[in-house]
C-alpha cells in the first residue's frame, strides 16, 4: 500500500496524516518534505505526525522519521507522534526511538503538550 500523506493546520501547528506503508520508495521522501515545507510555510510550533494508519515501517521509513524530527528541531519545532500503535509502536520500543519521539494516544493530550501557544 503506498503511502499518503495529508496536512492540516490546527492553531499553533500542524497536524500531518500518514497512512499506508512507510517503507522504501519514491514517495518516502515526502514526509521530511512535507515536515520541511510545513515548517517554512506556517512557521508553526511544531508538528503532529498521525500515523495510527501506517500498516507497515521497514528501517528506511524510521529513517524518514528520525529525519523529520531533526528539521522540526533544527527549524525550533517540536514532532509528536500520534496513535502510535501495532507494528510501529514495536519497531519503535525495539530500536529505543520511543526516548526520542513524544507519542500520544489522544490529539487533545497531544495539542496541550505544545504548551501555552498551543491554547491561543
Not at 512557521?43 to 523529520?68: F, N, R, T
Not at 530500536?95 to 500520544?104: E, G, Q, R, V, W
Amino acid at each position: 500500500m503506498p503511502l499518503s500523506i495529508t496536512s492540516r493546520p490546527d492553531r499553533n501547528f500542524q497536524v500531518i496524516t500518514l497512512t499506508g506503508n512507510l517503507t522504501l520508495g519514491p514517495h518516502l521522501r515526502t514526509v521530511q518534505q512535507t515536515a520541511r515545507s510545513v515548517l517554512e510555510s506556517a512557521a508553526p510550533d511544531g508538528l503532529i505526525l498521525d500515523v495510527a494508519g501506517i500498516k507497515y515501517a521497514d528501517s528506511a521509513g524510521l529513517g524518514e522519521l528520525v529525519s523529520a524530527y531533526t528539521t522540526a528541531t533544527n527549524q525550533g519545532g517540536s514532532l509528536k507522534l500520534l496513535h502510535l500503535q501495532g507494528k510501529l509502536h514495536d519497531l519503535m520500543q525495539i530500536t529505543k526511538l520511543h526516548t526520542i519521539f513524544p507519542a500520544f494516544d489522544d490529539e487533545k493530550k497531544a495539542v496541550e503538550s505544545f504548551g501555552a501557544g498551543a491554547a491561543a
